[in-house]
């Protein structure tokens, strides 16, 4: 199985901050990836897939980047209704692994 | 726009089977991308279960292979998952989602809560 390991794994930021989350592979996974943010008692939304495409409706302060092993997700200028738990999650081999989750609080 | 919607009993007695349904509207299931679940337990991170193609082919997450069938039915537009022998461990809430090999997993439904408990 791909291992995928975040970091941190916890973040507090203020509304305006720039915030940039890591994501890395066990193995190389190509441009496989996905990022999604999930609110409490809410289900996971996707935010971007093959590593940098922005879903629909995304807003554009949120950017991926990475290939191969590293990836990270940018919130160019953090708003209230970001701060969420992030996931990512690698598709390019099964079985599908998600990242284990970093939680951007209100600092 | 595609909506997705769990159903199901939210809770299953230890050693029986869990078994929900997916119902999906918007769209059909002979598109070409899979439906898929997805738990996650308790304060804890999300797990691939499997999926299903409209063809009715399958891919399942190993560590729980022997315990899992997802089964699609295009008549009435739903999917379904059962995970038998279940224990404590097996209590999540249990998401379907669409899966495209492109895209990820998107959309989501909003997910259903099944305690495993006597």
């Known amino acids: 199985d791909i291992q995928m390991t975040q970091s941190p794994s916890s973040l507090s930021a203020s509304v305006g901050d720039r915030v940039t989350i890591t994501c890395r592979a066990s193995?190389?996974?190509?441009?496989?990836l996905a990022w999604y943010q999930q609110k409490p008692g809410k289900a996971p939304k996707s935010l971007i897939y093959a590593a940098s495409s922005l879903q629909s409706g995304v807003p554009s302060r949120f950017s991926g980047s990475g290939s191969g092993t590293d990836f990270t997700l940018t919130i160019s200028s953090l708003q209230p209704e970001d701060f969420a738990t992030y996931y990512c999650?690698?598709?390019?081999?099964?079985?599908?692994?998600f990242g284990g989750g970093t939680k951007v609080e209100i600092k | 726009q595609v909506q997705l919607q769990e159903s199901g009993p939210g809770l299953v007695t230890p050693s029986g089977t869990l078994s929900l349904t997916c119902a999906v509207s918007?769209?059909?299931?002979?598109?070409?991308?899979?439906c898929s679940w997805v738990r996650q337990s308790p304060g804890k991170g999300l797990e691939w279960i499997g999926k299903v193609y409209h063809s009715g082919s399958t891919n399942y997450n190993p560590s729980l292979k022997s315990r899992v069938t997802i089964s699609v039915d295009k008549s009435k537009n739903q999917f379904s998952l059962k995970l038998t022998s279940v224990t404590a461990a097996d209590t999540a809430v249990y998401y379907c989602a669409i899966y495209s090999t492109v895209t990820g997993f998107d959309p989501w439904g909003q997910g259903t809560l099944v305690t495993v408990s006597s």
């Open positions: 918007g769209d059909s299931l002979s598109s070409s991308n899979w």
């Open positions: 193995h190389g996974i190509s441009s496989w």
């Open positions: 999650q690698q598709y390019n081999s099964y079985p599908l692994t």
